[in-house]
């Protein structure tokens, strides 16, 4: 391949030549020519680093959770504990997640949801008429459209909170551990519609013995009765009686 540099080629012809004498006398000084290298510096956008990208942001954090279970097979093997469970019979997996962290908007966002969806007017609404809702106070904020994710441990800490101190019906509604937006607007429609229909639900302390049956420290006998031979154990209640014992908690 033929060299791009010719033989002729002089490196002192590119060097650009030039004299103090000839420049500006004002610029001559050394600290006229910092001040001005300070100007010119003071003019210019200062550059920050940019906020990776989703795909940077994922590769970080997939390579996070790569250290971090090498650390934990690390200290299987050197741990005084956890290096005991070599000679065992069964084996310990331990498994690690990264997720992203929840800036201060989404926090409120989550926190709007729930509380309206924990409301006898927010249970009967549609997840549209929902995120509408939410998204009139938070106008800055985007609302969330898949509501099929477990909620994290504060957002279960609060729906529990708020289910435990409302007032029926919305102090009936039961959810799984493991719950979801979804889960909890269902399990809200449907206590409200049990609501409307007349449908009550408790969820009373049961204690049983060979003489009794107490539901919330109320204590109800346990009698006999004969059919065609047969004993059987019953026990006799009053509906006003029942549910007096049922509210009584």
Known sequence: MQSIQDDDF??????AKFDLEDCDPSLSSGSSIQEMAQSVAASLTPITAAAPSNAALWAEMNAANTSVQNRIKDLMQSDPILSTFKGKPYGIQV????????????SKVFAAIIDHILTQSGAVQTQTEIRSYVAERYP??????????????????????????SAAPISNIQLPK????????????????????????????????????????IAFSIGE??????????????????LQALIDK
Not at 10 to 15: L, N, S
Not at 95 to 106: L, P, S, W
């Open 178 to 217: 493991a719950a979801t937006l979804s889960q909890l607007h269902n399990a809200a429609a449907a206590t409200m519609e049990r609501y409307k229909n007349g449908v009550l639900t408790f969820r009373p302390v049961v204690e049983v013995s060979d003489s009794s049956i107490v539901i919330n420290g």
């Open 225 to 242: 009765n004969k059919v065609k031979g047969r004993t059987y154990k019953q026990v006799r209640v009053s509906m006003p009686e029942l």
């Open 140 to 165: 800055s904020h985007s609302v969330p459209k898949d509501w099929t994710k477990p909620l994290r441990p504060w957002a279960i800490k609060k729906v529990k909170d708020r289910i435990q101190n």
């Open 95 to 106: 498994n690690t997640t990264t997720f992203r962290k929840a800036n201060e908007g989404t």
């Open 10 to 15: 002089d490196p002192e012809e590119c060097i």
